[in-house]
Each structure stands twice: as C-alpha cells, then as structure tokens.
C-alpha cells in the first residue's frame, strides 16, 4: 500500500472517531472536566511524542500567536463540549462547522489571501443549512436549544479566529510544534478545572483517555502526518466525514433522530464545507475541521 493510500484511510478513520466524540461528552462528566482531560492528556502526549523523536523545543518565533491561538482553542473545545451538552449533536455540530466556512471568508482580510467567491457562496448554504437543523430541532426545551445554539456560535467563532491566528505560525515552524503549543496553553487555561478532569478520568478511564491520548494526542499527529502527503482539498472533503459519523453515531447510540428537514440542513452544511474546499490547493485555512 503506498503512503497517500495508507493516509487516505488513516484520515477518514480519523474523521469517523472525531464524530465519536459527542458520545464520549455525553458520559456523565461536567463538561469544564471533560475539556481539561482531552487538552492535558492530549499536550502530554505530544510533549512525549516530540522528546522521543528529539524534536522538544520551544520555537522562536510566533509565540504570541500561539498563546493567542491556545487560549482560543481552550475556548472553541470548551464552548463545543458545552453546546453538546445543551442541544442535540445535529444542533452543535452544525453551528460549530460554519466556523472553518467563515475563516475562509475572513481569510482576505486578515490573511492577505485571496478567496474565490465560491466561498461566499459556501457560507450562505452551510447557513441555510443550519437555519433549517435549528428550526427543526425538536425533543429538548426551546430555551435550551437556543443556549445552545448561542454557546456553539463562541466556539464557530473562536475555532474561526484559532485558524486565522495558527495559519502563520504553521508555516513558519510547523504544524506539530504549533499544536502542541497550543495545547500546552490550553491546558494552563483550564488549569482550575484539573481536579474535575482528574476525578472525571478515574471515574471514567476508557473513554476520556479515549479522547485525551487517542482521539487528541495521536489524533493529531496522524492528521498532521496525513495532510503532509494529501492535497489540502482532499483533507478537507475527507474530514467532513466527522459531521457526517457524528449524526449517525448520535442516531445510532443516543437515539437522537433528526428530522426529514433537519437531515437536509446537515447535507446543506456539509455542502458548504465542501464547496468552500474545491478551490482549496493553496489555501490551507479552509482545511481545518471542527474539532481543531
């Protein structure tokens, strides 16, 4: 099996397990303690994986942004974990997924870049789409669906802002020190929530070292690894699998059935997120999954 073939399938079993998280939130673990474990077992994991390999160091240049992009990633994972435990994962998922659409849109202006207008267009369908999941939400108090919808719309916001801060950073000294990093700063966000997330992992072992060491950890060095021998357009289409495996999953093991409309809005969203990837190959901003 060639490399592009084994990180073809590694990235799309990649994608299926991210979609396993809203499974993994749902455990009976506060969501402040559910956050701090993946973002503590996911840093040391990678600090483990970058001494081993002799590539521990501090970079030289781009550490504010760093720190920037780790305190909003403490943010957009906390935010995320919140909104799943509010609404529906059809819900969450949708709202958050508008978040690496509209960096894209953004890119210009803070980037320098220049976006297609087939990214306009991406935005305005994956909005519609959400228009319709949120409309036709139904089985959890409006109140709740609506605070959850608010709390995903701060973390589409700030995984939005996390990919426009990273883009430099990543070019400049790589993904992988940026992302551990960022997670080291994350972890020292969330800090005050450590003995939630040390009670939360005893309590719970199998699936918060789960998604700490495996699903965060190794996730991410497989992703980085992956993107290294795949175009960025094709990253991009395969991660969108995670929306996708999060719905059935949901359907499947928490019995959340969305409606006929609802399933339309989530194609619409994944529609978005696709058409905003066709013209991606030097765009490495609009790559980036929700659970970056």
């Known amino acids: 099996m060639s490399r592009r073939s ?10 299926v397990g991210w979609g396993s998280i809203p499974l993994i939130v749902r455990e009976p673990v506060p969501w402040q303690g559910l956050v701090t474990a993946r973002v503590w077992l996911g840093a040391i994991t990678l600090l483990v ?33 919140w909104a799943l435990k509010l609404t529906s994962v059809a819900v969450a998922l949708a709202v958050v997924f508008l978040g690496p659409v509209s960096a894209a ?49 701060v973390s589409a916001l700030t995984v939005a802002g996390l990919l426009l801060v990273s883009k430099a950073a990543v070019d400049a ?20 929530f450590l003995g939630q997330a040390v009670r939360g992992t005893i309590a719970n072992p199998i699936p918060l070292l789960t998604l700490g060491i495996l699903l965060t950890g190794f996730g991410y060095l497989v992703f980085w690894t992956a993107t290294r021998e795949l175009p960025v357009a094709v990253v ?30 989530i194609g619409l969203v994944i529609a978005g ?20």
């Open 273 to 292: 997120g696709l058409m905003a990837a066709r013209d991606a190959a030097d765009q490495e901003v609009l790559s980036a999954p929700a659970n970056l």
């Open 173 to 192: 000294v790589g993904p992988l020190v940026v992302t551990t990093g960022e997670l080291i700063t994350a972890s020292i966000v969330l800090s005050p």
């Open 236 to 265: 991009s289409v395969l991660m969108h699998l995670e929306p996708a495996s999060a719905v059935v999953l949901a359907l499947i093991f928490l019995g959340e059935t969305p409606a006929a409309w609802q399933w339309i809005g």
């Open 6 to 15: 084994i990180a073809l399938a590694s990235l799309a079993l990649l994608a």
């Open 105 to 153: 849109v953004l890119a210009p202006k803070f980037l320098s870049e220049r976006v297609p207008s087939l990214v306009y267009w991406a935005l305005t369908v994956a909005f519609l789409g959400v228009v319709l999941v949120v409309a036709f939400e139904e089985g959890g108090s409006d109140q709740d669906t609506w605070q959850g919808v608010l709390v995903a719309a």
């Open 49 to 81: 994986v970058m001494a081993a390999t002799g590539r521990l160091r501090l970079p030289a240049t781009h550490r504010r942004s760093i720190v920037i992009a780790g305190v909003l990633l403490a943010v957009h994972w906390a935010t995320f974990f």
